[in-house]
T-cell receptor, first 110, second 112 residues
């Protein structure tokens, strides 16, 4: 079945350091979404990528979609304590069903 | 415009009882999804529904679990004869179709 792998599973960084999480799929994707879940909270949508090689930025966050549309990355520059949480990618399976990745849990040490 | 509403936030059941989890999607959203999350784990897809129809239930256990999204009222995820292994957070999400999913705050089910 469809699998969405994310690496790393956990990441601890000092505040101010950069952070990157990678999402890899076994299939070519039509699009990919990214979500953030704060501890004790619910997933919140961050962004959707559709085009091959697409790069989108949101302040300190940079999202990239691979040229072959089989992988994606989320990079955070100069992490802050507010970035703490779990970051999930989600890939579209079929028309409307989204399969979520395993997630990367980010801890930021002040 | 209220967000996705889930209730109850916390539900405690004894083994063998039934659990009913409710989800009211955002206004105008006709697509509802249910996901299950164990502590420190990812979101596992369970079922995708549109009004009065189950579109994809490939993630639902074959027994004891059922879901509905009636013409009127909230979507219901029903778990019969709960077992300890059913303890988890159950998240509902809605969408108008393509695009982002809007999640509710979840229901934490604890089975004693």
């Amino acid at each position: 079945g469809q699998q969405v792998m994310q690496i790393p599973q956990y990441q601890h960084v000092q505040e101010g350091e950069d952070f990157t999480t990678y999402c890899n799929s076994s299939t070519t994707l039509s699009n990919i979404q990214w979500y953030k879940q704060r501890p004790g909270g619910h997933p919140v949508f961050l962004i959707q990528l559709v085009k091959s090689g697409e790069v989108k930025k949101q302040k300190r966050l940079t999202f990239q979609f691979g040229e072959a549309k089989k992988n994606s990355s989320l990079h955070i520059t100069a992490t802050q304590t507010t970035d703490v949480g779990t970051y999930f990618c989600a890939e579209l399976s079929g028309t409307y069903k989204y399969i979520f990745g395993t997630g990367t849990r980010l801890k930021v040490l002040a | 415009n209220a967000g996705v509403m889930q209730n109850p936030r916390h539900l405690v059941r004894r083994r063998g009882q039934e659990a009913r989890l409710r989800c009211s999607p955002m206004k105008g959203h006709s697509h509802v999804y249910w996901y299950r999350q164990l502590p420190e784990e990812g979101l596992k897809f369970m079922v995708y529904l549109q009004k009065e129809n189950i579109i994809d239930e490939s993630g639902m256990p074959k027994e004891r679990f059922s879901a509905e999204f009636p013409k009127e009222g909230p979507s219901i995820l029903r778990i019969q004869q709960v077992v300890r292994g059913d303890s988890a957070a159950y998240f509902c999400a809605s969408s108008p179709g393509e695009g982002e999913l809007f999640f509710g705050s979840g229901t934490q089910l604890s089975v004693l």
